[in-house]
């Protein structure tokens, strides 16, 4: 007799230094999976067959890009609409295909009606399509199908990603304006420094005369642009190539999560996003009826950032281990005092789902406040810096005709 050996993706806990490690392992079956890991020193969190089928390739291969939360909460909200009306599932399906304009979720979804078709359950069949359906929804939809409300958490998934996509509209429009400000401000000053400079420095060469240092430095700049400015794209666009390959990768998070959280203002704002989109989709899973655990697991990643997936990693921890949520969240440096305190007073009062609600309510509204306080006090500051940039630069190749009108009024 043969023994089926399958790969499995997991997630554990480092036992000595509590880091959450993810990678892939194979064995027989998920009891296997668990032995290796304990072999390890790691405590397994979420184990889980990895995909890897030639559809799933496919879709991986030939459309790269991560289906965007938008058409994810549309497609949610249309489905929910059309089982609430009472349409079979496979013909509801079929009609979104049809319709859906957005192309790699209609390449995931023609595999999910494949594979419903040929047996597979609804929840099972986005399951194989992780690049297209996050595993939140994918669990919504499990707990939905087994509890006979696929229709009402279709409808929670559309609601909590149409919130989710309101906030980042909004913290994508507050930095919109300052980047673009910012990159043509550096285009102005590239051009002037390319085209004004030389035409000044011929005209200084004909005058005679010392250059002062400002000035100076501005001709050598203008002289070496040839250089300059190809290394300065080829940089850019070594750097941005490097990013979009590797921001994802657990070694970059890992260095990006928490400093991001450090920066002054953005870090604050980042924070508060975390907390409202941790507290948020954990309240809908609660209501769903999912277990505080099994929650806790599908949530994690959810939040968007390396620092707040360790503290809902050692959560997991403490709850596991007999402790109450409220605990560990207490200790952690990336959930304020305020949301442990609701926390505990959720749990205590039996009403953790709804003071979870109010969180992601509180903290939404803190990050669109403090978004839209953040654009009008950008907009001066970039006046000015933009203002003191160009205002330098005129100044620097005005001063030699300053000090020739100088000599003349002394001669």
């Known amino acids: 007799m043969t023994t089926t050996v399958d790969s499995f993706s997991f997630r554990a806990v480092n036992a000595a230094s509590h880091d959450v490690i993810r990678g892939t ?32 390739r496919e879709i991986r291969i030939g459309g790269r890009r991560r289906v965007r939360m938008k058409p994810l909460a549309l497609f949610a909200d249309q489905l929910s609409s059309l089982i609430n009306a009472g349409l079979p599932l496979m013909r509801s399906v079929r009609v979104l295909v049809d319709q859906t ?6 390449a995931a979804l023609v595999a999910v009606q494949h594979d419903v078709e040929t047996g597979l359950s609804f929840s099972a069949a986005l399951a194989k399509q992780p690049a297209a359906f996050p595993p939140l929804m994918v669990n919504l939809i499990r707990v939905g199908e087994a509890g006979g409300f696929l229709g009402d958490s279709l409808k929670m998934v559309a609601d909590t990603y149409r919130a989710d996509v309101e906030l980042q509209d909004k913290l994508r429009a507050a930095s919109t304006y300052p980047l673009v400000v910012l990159i043509i401000a550096m285009l102005a000053v590239v051009g002037m420094i390319t085209f004004i400079v030389p035409i000044f420095e011929s005209m200084f060469a004909s005058m005679g005369g010392e250059l002062p240092l400002p000035t100076k430095l501005l001709v050598i700049t203008s002289h070496n642009m040839v250089w300059i400015l190809p290394t300065m794209l080829v940089l850019a666009t070594t750097a941005w190539i490097w990013w979009m390959r590797n921001h994802r990768t657990e070694k970059v998070r890992r260095i990006t999560g928490p400093l991001v959280l450090r920066i002054p203002i953005f870090g604050r704002i980042a924070r508060k996003t975390a907390v409202a989109r941790f507290t948020r989709n954990l309240a809908m899973m609660l209501n769903a009826g999912v277990p505080l655990l099994h929650a806790l697991s599908s949530v994690e990643s959810t939040s968007n ?12 921890i403490a709850v596991r281990d007999g402790e109450s949520m409220a605990a560990p969240m207490s200790r952690s440096m990336v959930c304020p005092p305020l949301v442990a305190q609701m926390v505990a ?13 109010k969180v992601a309510e509180m903290y939404e ?46 001669q």
């Open 25 to 56: 392992l194979e064995a027989s079956d998920e009891a296997a999976v668990i032995d290796k890991l304990h072999a390890q020193g790691l405590v397994p969190l979420d184990i889980r067959p990895a995909v890897t089928s030639g559809l799933h």
């Open 101 to 106: 304009d957005d192309a790699p979720l209609r």
């Open 305 to 316: 950032n390396w620092a707040m997936e360790q503290s809902i990693a050692q959560i997991q």
């Open 345 to 357: 007073v959720g749990e205590e009062s039996g009403t953790l789902p709804q003071m979870l609600t």
């Open 365 to 410: 509204a803190d990050v669109k406040s403090a978004t839209d306080q953040l654009a009008s006090v950008l907009e001066p500051i970039l006046i000015v810096t933009v203002g003191i940039m160009i205002g330098s630069m005129v100044l620097s190749l005005y001063l030699p005709i300053f000090g020739l009108y100088s000599q003349l009024a002394a």
